[in-house]
């Protein structure tokens, strides 16, 4: 299923569910999350409904690759200058609570509220 209309995240990516976006391309979509654990805090999803990290293949290696790189970028360019931390919770007991894969990247000065 590359989409799943009872899925929030890919309401946001449909355009349903309003968004703070801050990075768009055909793959891949950032916006900051509603509720941030940090004072920057985006999460980079892939555009493709993928549940979780349990459903990667192969064919999503270049897909996981783009997301990680992405990362620095959109940390930069919303002026975070002293480090970042990348989260990708999974099932669970992993803490996963929307189920469209989804990397936190978190920055800016602690204390945080989070993580
Ligand atoms: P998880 O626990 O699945 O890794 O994280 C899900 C994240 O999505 C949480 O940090 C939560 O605040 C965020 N989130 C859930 N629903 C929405 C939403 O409708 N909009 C935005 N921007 N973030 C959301
Ligand atoms: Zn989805």
Same mark, same amino acid.
């Given at each position: 299923?590359? $989409?799943?209309?009872?899925?929030?995240?890919?309401?946001?990516? #449909?355009?349903?569910?309003?968004?703070? &976006?801050? !990075?768009?391309?055909?793959?891949?979509? #950032?916006?900051?999350?509603?509720?941030?654990?940090?004072?920057? $805090?985006?999460?980079?999803?892939? &555009?493709?409904?993928? #549940?979780?990290?349990?459903? *990667?293949?192969?064919?999503?290696?270049? *897909?996981?690759?783009?997301?990680?790189? *992405?990362?620095?970028?959109?940390?930069?360019?919303?002026?975070?200058?002293?480090?970042?931390?990348?989260?990708?919770?999974?099932?669970?007991?992993?803490?996963?609570?929307? !189920?469209?894969? $989804?990397?936190?990247?978190?920055?800016?000065?602690?204390?945080?509220?989070?993580?």
């Amino acid at each position: 299923m590359s $989409h799943d209309p009872n899925c929030i995240f890919c309401k946001i990516i #449909a355009g349903q569910i309003p968004s703070k &976006k801050v !990075y768009e391309d055909e793959d891949l979509l #950032a916006f900051h999350d509603i509720h941030p654990w940090a004072p920057v $805090h985006v999460l980079i999803i892939p &555009k493709l409904h993928i #549940a979780s990290m349990v459903e *990667l293949t192969e064919e999503h290696v270049t *897909l996981l690759g783009r997301m990680s790189v *992405l990362a620095p970028r959109l940390m930069k360019e919303l002026g975070v200058s002293n480090g970042f931390r990348t989260v990708i919770n999974t099932g669970p007991d992993g803490g996963q609570e929307v !189920y469209h894969l $989804h990397m936190h990247a978190m920055g800016g000065p602690r204390p945080w509220l989070k993580g």
